[in-house]
């Protein structure tokens, strides 16, 4: 298959010809061709996205009607589901079933912010004299928004949906393991009529070429990323650089799963390994730091490793797989490197830490590791792996509880387990990250906010704060006296 990419509203080859080969994890077999866009590719997109927010219809159309063509997007997007969801599984190597939670939370993505593009409302600010005072939100401008390979589509929504509820024009870049189900979706979105040309494009290619080129365009002023904290640092700075883009960050994290002695046991259990073993790791707010009370220590180990022993890997495509392959080989060398530091370190190696054989030999895999009495300052519960990778720490009481959890440079999420109502919140209040779930592990609802504390990122998607990234103040002073001014 050979895909093309989506540049003013026509679906193009890069300009000189280049594609790259995407593979199917599982299989390690090419899958399909896409074009490695040029600079003057990206600039041609930059340029179609600036025209359309400056002279087109889109900023200016009434936010309802903006909303309505959300709307359809999101219906669009369920009509080819089970494609989109065949398409992610084969390109990125999650379960079938995952993909397709993930395609059904980017329709829904799309309907949330179609329902709100309408609901967008400045305010009148109360000064005194005869003036009257008010706050108009503005769309941002042109977006360029660079995304990572772990949930394809449903990144892209993520992006997308609220930048264009608010008004904005953009250019997507998906990452170069996964560009797909974006592509796909390109072909979906020309089909919606009411989407002028050039509003949406979606450019594939690599990171120091295509994502840069966005980062450092005088003509771009948001960008919106997720993926490393070490890239989003240097978006970050390069933004500061050229013309002080608006930025928002989602990056890595260390993110701690609490568990007390006075946890539904079969829960915890179940919620430690979905923590981490859910999408083979690859998950930003991953569990990947168990901290578990000292009287349930072993226990919970044992019964973890018991359980991570029996997780069924395989191709994602077939029924009954669980955890399917790491993204690539290069990936997967990053993990097993972390596997090594954490032999190396003393940790002791519970259970995985290898690749299956048989046929699994020929995808990227890796088994469901658990490394036990983890040093809380080593690099192995420090920094993140973004595999099938979990380093088990006990502790002694609530408040080293709290200590641990939060000695970490990152503060994305975290998960609480216990029956105790007050040590629960107690630990909501002092954890620092963006998300805490309480007797659960990952569920990110459309309605509220996504985001870091701490080097997690900057800003947050999702919820009524999503739009806020691709929106600005204007206020509006209006002079009600006819006497000149006197000074
Ligand atoms: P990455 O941060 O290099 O890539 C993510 C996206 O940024 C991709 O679209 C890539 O093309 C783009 N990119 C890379 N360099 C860029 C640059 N100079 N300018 C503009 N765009 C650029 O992440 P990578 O290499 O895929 O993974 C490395 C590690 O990052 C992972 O092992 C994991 O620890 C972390 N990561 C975290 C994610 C998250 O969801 N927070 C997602 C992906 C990776
Ligand atoms: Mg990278």
């Known amino acids: 298959m050979t895909y093309r990419m989506y540049i003013d509203g026509e679906f193009v080859e890069s300009n000189n010809r280049q594609t790259r080969d995407v593979d199917n994890p599982a299989k390690g077999e090419v899958l399909a061709q896409v074009p490695e866009a040029t600079t003057a590719d990206v600039e041609r997109a930059i340029a ?40 992610e599984t084969l390109n990125m190597g999650k379960p079938l079933s995952e993909s397709e939670g993930d395609i059904a939370d980017a329709a829904d993505c799309f309907e949330y912010y179609g329902g709100l593009a309408n609901k967008i409302t400045g305010e009148v600010n109360p000064i005194s004299g005869r003036a009257l005072d008010f ?27 609220p930048a264009l509820a608010a008004g904005c024009t953009l250019i997507l870049k998906p990452a170069e393991q996964t560009p797909l189900t974006a592509l796909r979706f390109a072909e979906i979105l020309d089909g919606i ?43 970050l700075k390069t933004s500061a650089e050229t013309n002080l883009k608006k930025v928002t960050l989602e990056l890595g994290g260390k993110s701690p799963n609490v568990f007390f002695a006075d946890s539904d046991f079969e829960m915890a259990i179940a919620g ?13 707010s991953a569990g990947s730091r168990i901290l578990v009370e000292k009287s349930i220590h072993k226990k919970l180990v ?14 994602g495509m077939e029924a009954g797989t669980k955890m399917g392959p790491l993204v690539n080989a290069e990936h997967r060398a990053r993990v097993e490197g972390f596997i090594r530091i954490g032999k190396e370190s003393g940790a002791k190696l519970v259970c995985g830490g290898n690749r299956p054989g048989g046929e699994l030999a020929r995808g990227y895999f890796i088994a469901p590791t658990i490394f036990d009495h983890v040093d809380f300052n080593s690099r192995l519960a420090q920094e993140e792996v973004f595999g099938p990778v979990v380093a088990v720490i006990p502790f002694e009481n609530e408040s080293e509880a709290i200590k641990l959890a939060n000695h970490s440079q990152y503060g994305l999420a975290a998960g609480v387990w216990t029956k105790d109502f007050t040590k629960a919140m107690h630990l909501v209040k002092k954890i620092r990250a963006g998300i805490v779930w309480v007797n659960h592990y990952h569920p990110a609802p459309m309605e509220g906010p996504w985001g870091g504390y701490k080097q997690s990122g900057i800003g ?13 103040a204007k206020q509006v002073y209006i002079n009600l006296n006819s006497k000149p001014v006197q000074w």
Not at 272 to 284: D, K, M, P, R, T
Request: charged share 25%; aromatic share 8%; proline share 5%.
């Open 302 to 315: 044992d019964a973890m490793a018991e359980r991570a022993r029996q997780i069924r890997l395989g191709d």
């Open 272 to 284: 430690a390994l979905f923590g981490i073993f859910y999408n083979q790791g690859e998950v930003c």
């Open 135 to 161: 706050t108009l939100k503005e769309p941002v401008g042109v977006c360029g928004q660079i995304i990572p390979w772990n949930f394809p589509l449903m990144m892209a929504a993520w992006k997308i949906a």
């Open 460 to 472: 947050r998607e999702l919820g009524k704060y999503g739009i806020e990234n691709y929106l600005q």
């Open 193 to 235: 009529s009411d989407l002028p040309k050039g509003v949406v494009n979606i450019v594939t290619g690599d990171g120091p070429t295509a994502g840069a080129t966005l980062v450092k365009s005088h003509d771009v002023d948001k960008i919106a990323f997720t993926g490393s904290t070490e890239v989003g640092k240097w978006i």
């Open 48 to 87: 179609a996205a600036r025209r359309e927010f400056d002279e087109g219809k889109w900023p200016n159309m009434p936010a309802a009607k903006r909303g309505r063509i959300l709307l359809q997007i999101a219906q669009a997007i369920r009509t080819h589901a089970k494609e989109l969801a065949r398409l």
